[in-house]
């Protein structure tokens, strides 16, 4: 089960971090993502992490994507946000990732709730 949580209401310029705690099994060894989808538009990678970081262009510099195995819990550290950065925000899991499937979607196993950001301007 992925739990994430952190989202809410901040303004433009300003930050926020979310987190994902996995419970029942270890994240040490799985790709652990980050999507988000705005009103209206297609879900959208935004970050994954195994042994190295991986970041859409339009967050690449602003967000940090990092993990904690001994907490089993994945961060989304996002600055300088952007209205355009409005959107839930969901935590994802996969064991057996390729590296050329990492900003798809459909190669997770296991996703979060879903959490709201909203950026205002």
């Known amino acids: 089960q992925l739990q994430a949580s952190g989202g809410g209401l901040v303004q433009a310029g300003g930050s926020l971090r979310l987190s994902c705690a996995v419970s029942g099994r270890t994240i040490r060894s799985t790709v652990m993502g980050w999507f988000r989808q705005a009103p209206g538009k297609e879900r959208e990678f935004v970050a994954a992490?195994?042994?190295?970081?991986y970041y859409a262009r339009s967050v690449k510099g602003r967000f940090t994507i990092s993990r904690d195995n001994a907490k089993n819990t994945v961060y989304l550290q996002m600055n300088s946000l952007k209205p355009e950065d409005t959107a839930v925000y969901y935590c994802?899991?996969?064991?057996?990732?390729?590296?050329?499937?990492?900003?798809?979607?459909?190669?997770?196993?296991?996703w979060g709730q879903g959490t709201l950001v909203t950026v205002s301007s």
């Open positions: 992490i195994r042994w190295t970081e």
């Open positions: 994802a899991e996969g064991s057996r990732i390729i590296t050329s499937s990492i900003t798809e979607g459909s190669a997770y196993d296991y």
